[in-house]
């Protein structure tokens, strides 16, 4: 007689099998985790289409503002001790950047939007709808925070004849729409600078925006 014997799954122990946690913080305990925010933004936006070049202090830089307004969020999903995705947000007139200036030129009110500060996923964990997660706990924030009228974040956007351009990639346009979001032609961002962008096709950034009235 043959001894049973235990079979397991080729997918044991893939990350998408794992379980995960989400952790929402807000304000000054925010700064506590941006450092390795910093390091997985560096991971992650090497990658198409944002082709940022690595640098762990330049990414912690770009999060200062998180750090220092009490009204901001940092979404946080851990495998274990390790932190495998992060999206922020913060009031806009808390930034200081190309954002805040496009509201400025375009004449609107800086302190009725919310900035979605950028999200980030390695690959292995995508597919578990985290992405609508991430939109949903900042969105909500802003609400509970009130006296903003809209959420906003920045996008990048590259030539379809790019050499760079992955065979079989597709942009997030058709979700963010799912969310509500439009692309705000009126909001006029700089185009992406760095070595990355020296010898191709111009690169654009685009402002998304949504009213936050809407529940979702």
């Known amino acids: 007689m043959t001894p049973l014997t235990e079979s397991r799954s080729r997918h ?28 997985l933004r560096a991971r992650v936006l090497k990658a198409w289409p944002d082709l940022h070049d690595g640098d762990v202090s330049a ?3 770009r999060l200062e503002p998180c750090a220092l307004s009490w009204r901001s969020i940092a979404v946080v999903v851990m495998d274990g001790d390790q932190t495998v995705g992060a999206a922020l947000g913060f009031p806009l007139e808390d930034d200081h950047g190309a954002m805040r200036q496009a509201f400025e030129l375009a004449g609107r009110d800086a302190t009725t ?17 985290l992405a609508h997660r991430f939109f949903s706990e900042r969105e909500n924030h802003a609400r509970s925070l009130g006296g903003f009228e809209s959420t906003v974040f ?28 439009m692309r705000n032609e009126a909001l006029i961002l700089p185009p ?25």
Do not use: M
Request: net charge positive; with cysteine; hydrophobic share 35%.
């Open 12 to 39: 044991d122990g893939h990350p998408s099998q794992r379980k995960l946690a989400v952790h929402c913080l807000t304000g000054s305990p925010t700064a506590t985790v941006l450092d390795d925010i910093a390091r």
């Open 59 to 61: 990414e912690r830089a």
């Open 113 to 129: 939007a919310f900035l979605l500060a950028g999200s980030v996923l390695l690959p292995a964990y995508r597919g578990r709808q």
């Open 154 to 181: 920045a996008s990048v956007e590259r030539d379809d004849n790019d050499p760079r351009r992955p065979p079989f990639g597709r942009g997030n346009e058709a979700f963010w729409k799912r969310r509500g979001y």
């Open 192 to 216: 992406p600078t760095g070595p990355a962008n020296a010898g191709f096709p111009a690169a654009r950034q685009a402002a998304w925006t949504r009213p936050l009235e809407r529940g979702y």
